[in-house]
């Protein structure tokens, strides 16, 4: 089936680039979402790409996507204390009639002063 | 607009109890799901809906129902709780099953079963 990889944990300092990666093995997928979720909330959007894109930029955010090696990264440019949550990355399948999104593990970031 | 909304909040069953837990949308919404939320496991579907009337089985459906009377409406049941359910469940919406269309999520409801 399925699957969507994250590495647990990202702590980086405020100010500096915090870069969250995701692989994933469905080569039929063609979107990928990244959420955030902060403590004790729901998911909340915050970018997605088409599997034709290589980069979308949307202000302090940067998604790459390598789809050659189903390797998706999200770049948060200076990273600042609200920033810290965790972030999912999702995708969505090419043969998905129920707009079904398999969802990694989610990588915590945390952020300090 | 209030978006997705989720009640409760929070609760507490004991095993074999049943219960719904609610989810409206005021966003038009033709698509509807439920996920399930459990540590380090990033989110699982567990029932959708494209429409009013229809609904289909997710990755783990079992131990659950829904329904889709209207399109604002999707609720989730537990048909007799048991402490493997004791999670964060999440309902979210998009405009459409086609496409990219993003999902937008509720707040969750965190359910413990004793």
């Known amino acids: 089936g399925e699957d969507v990889e994250q590495s647990l944990f990202l702590s980086v300092r405020e100010g500096d680039s915090s870069v969250i990666n995701c692989t994933y093995t469905d080569s039929s997928s063609t979107y990928l979402y990244w959420y955030k979720q902060e403590p004790g909330a729901g998911l909340q959007l915050l970018t997605y790409?088409?599997?034709?894109?290589d980069m979308k930029q949307d202000q302090r955010l940067t998604v790459l996507l390598n789809k050659k090696d189903k390797h998706l990264s999200l770049r948060i440019a200076d990273t600042q204390t609200g920033d810290s949550a965790i972030y999912f990355c999702a995708e969505k399948e090419n043969n998905n009639a129920g707009n079904m999104l398999t969802f990694g593990g989610g990588t915590r970031l945390m952020v300090k002063p | 607009n209030a978006g997705v909304t989720q009640t409760p909040k929070f609760q507490v069953l004991k095993t074999g109890q049943s219960m719904t837990l609610q989810c409206a949308q005021d966003m038009n919404h033709e698509y509807m799901s439920w996920y399930r939320q459990d540590p380090g496991m990033g989110l699982r579907l567990i029932h959708y809906?494209?429409?009013?009337?229809?609904?289909d089985q997710g990755e783990v459906p079992n131990g659950y129902n829904v329904s889709r009377s209207t399109t604002e409406d999707f609720p989730l049941r537990l048909l007799s709780a048991a402490p493997s359910q004791t999670s964060v469940y999440f309902c979210?919406?998009?405009?459409?099953?086609?496409?990219?269309?993003?999902?937008?999520f509720g707040d969750g409801t965190r359910l413990s079963i004793l």
């Open positions: 979210a919406s998009s405009y459409s099953s086609r496409g990219g269309q993003p999902q937008h």
């Open positions: 790409i088409f599997s034709n894109m």
């Open positions: 809906s494209v429409g009013a009337g229809i609904t």
